[in-house]
């Protein structure tokens, strides 16, 4: 079957021309960012400049004018090089998405150009500590105080905040017709008084860390809810389904690193009298990765073309498909590489052993696999739930 049929020529130009891009950095860059305990600012920033972190946003504000499709192309070649960028499923794909669908004019005129440009980070809170992967239990709160709104409440692992510029928080208003509550989305500036930030003690070792958030009565003006307090509950969905694109496309990438490094080293080690490779103990574990790491990228691009095309319903199926295809192809594919190193895999030389960890992330966050389990139970098979 010919390529152009699931990818277009562009499309296939993007990834060579990323892929070439992400080699001139390498993982040892990246590697030696995180030792240091800073940011890959270099790499973002100049990604930025070749229009690939805002590939997805409107060209009228500095973007690209393309979907999720070319922004996830973007984010697994970069992942498959070694040089993965973790931000861009938060700051163009989520809330990039979000302001650039439902904003107001004058935060898509601050906030978009300068997400693509990369001059400026928005980082994204909605996990809690008492709520888990149940959203309706979210008790950070919003009310009005005149015309402004008070948000307090807490938020955990919730990345790059210290590198952030705002944080697109989302709480709960209460509905003046109903008396319930309802979800809202606000952005607060990483300077709002009352908002404080704590780091999480991680033992992922990656350049974007993880934080517990404190809202304290932060005071933020009418401007900074996104889009209609009565739509935020699709507005924030608009933004989960992206995000989940893009964790699969950044577990797709990891898991290709650590299938090409496997091969390379799988096709030259010798032991007896042949590579190592030519058996098939070896062989077929890392033709089944290959083969789980198509399968999962076909799924991702679906569910990318469905979010382009408008289908919210059909993406959001399709999404938490891919993510959970993409989680469990990468895990699959790291373990085989290193087991294929054996010691060597366990090595800094060969910087596999820090995957074992990460790989993990693609199953947990931003939804667990049982949760996918159940969306998809529920939602595409019509079983009852039991909660």
Not at 327 to 349: F, K, P, S, W, Y
Request: with cysteine; aromatic share 6%.
């Amino acid at each position: 079957m010919p390529a152009t049929l699931l990818e277009t020529d562009e499309h296939q130009a993007l990834r060579a021309a990323v892929a070439a891009f992400g080699r001139r950095y390498g993982r040892d860059y990246l590697t030696r960012v995180q030792e240091e305990g800073g940011y890959p600012r270099d790499l973002w920033l100049e990604a930025a400049k070749l229009g690939y972190l805002g590939v997805n946003l409107p060209e009228r504000y500095g973007g690209g004018g393309a979907g999720i499709t070319e922004l996830a192309i973007v984010l697994e070649e970069l992942g498959a090089v070694g040089t993965p960028l973790l931000m861009m499923i938060v700051s163009p794909a989520i809330c990039g998405t979000v302001i650039s669908r439902f904003g107001t004019d004058a935060q898509r005129a601050e906030w978009l150009p300068a997400l693509a440009d990369g001059s400026r980070i928005m980082a994204f809170g909605i996990t809690e500590p008492d709520a888990g992967s149940n959203s309706h239990r979210i008790t950070t709160t919003a009310r009005r105080d005149g015309t402004d709104w008070l948000l307090t409440g807490r938020k955990v692992f919730v990345s790059g905040v210290d590198i952030a510029d705002a944080t697109l928080i989302v709480g709960r208003a209460e509905d003046a017709r109903t008396g319930s509550l309802k979800p809202c989305l606000f952005i607060v500036p990483r300077d709002a008084e009352g908002f404080t930030r704590r780091p999480i003690d991680m033992e992922l070792r990656a350049a974007e860390k993880q934080f517990e958030l404190t809202l304290d009565d932060v005071r933020l003006p009418a401007g900074a809810l996104v889009g209609d307090e009565d739509a935020g509950l699709l507005q924030l969905f608009a933004g989960l389904n992206p995000e989940r694109v893009m964790t699969a496309a950044f577990a797709i990438g990891m898991g290709r690193f650590a299938l090409a490094r496997a091969v390379e080293y799988a096709r030259e080690r010798t032991v007896w009298k042949t590579p190592i490779g030519a058996h098939q103990a070896i062989a077929h574990p890392l033709a089944q990765a290959h083969v789980e790491l198509e399968l999962a990228r076909l799924m991702t691009r679906k569910a990318a073309l469905l979010y382009d095309a408008g289908d919210d319903a059909g993406a959001g199926e399709a999404a938490n498909m891919a993510k959970y295809a993409a989680g469990e192809a990468c895990v699959r594919a790291v373990d085989q590489a290193v087991h294929t190193l054996g010691g060597n895999g366990l090595t800094r030389e060969f910087g596999l052993a820090s995957l074992v960890t990460a790989a993990r992330v693609a199953r947990i966050a931003p939804v667990s696999r049982e949760m996918i389990l159940n969306y998809v139970s529920h939602q595409s098979l019509g079983l009852p739930k039991s909660y």
